[in-house]
């Protein structure tokens, strides 16, 4: 999971990028001249990186995945608490999957859902 999370993490800066040429094209194509006022392009470019910025949720999936390790690691009963983690991770992967607007991002998503909830079964068994 932490190498899929690494490629999501690298994909998403791509996102606004691809985004302002698809609205630039866009506007091309409806006849709309982004020279006579570019700077409602970028407004609305910077609203589209503030909706899609997945880094927080990284950030706290980074956070859950050292915390699920310690936990391992320790002696101490560890089962509801990685249950609980478990969720937490597929509540931050959900967001990001609706936050990312992005078919590759998306792809990982799946199979990080479908991953975690392997995880999810066996740690249920845990103690």
């Not at 996102?15 to 194509?29: D, E, G």
């Not at 001249?33 to 949720?57: G, H, T, Y």
């Not at 999936?61 to 609980?84: M, N, P, V």
């Amino acid at each position: 999971l932490d190498a899929r999370l690494e490629r999501i993490r690298a994909q998403a800066p791509r996102v606004v990028v691809r985004y302002r040429k698809a609205l630039k094209a866009r506007l091309a194509q409806v006849g709309v001249l982004m020279r006579a006022d570019p700077q409602n392009l970028w407004k609305e470019v910077v609203l589209f990186a503030d909706r899609c910025d997945i880094s927080e949720e990284i950030t706290r999936l980074r956070s859950h995945f050292d915390q699920a390790k310690r936990i391992i690691e320790s002696r101490d009963a560890a089962g509801r608490t990685l249950d609980f983690l478990c969720q937490e991770m597929f509540r931050e992967i959900n967001t990001i999957g609706s936050k990312a607007n992005d078919a590759a991002i998306a792809t990982h998503v799946v199979f990080f859902k479908t991953e975690l909830e392997c995880i999810r079964e066996q740690v249920q068994n845990v103690e």
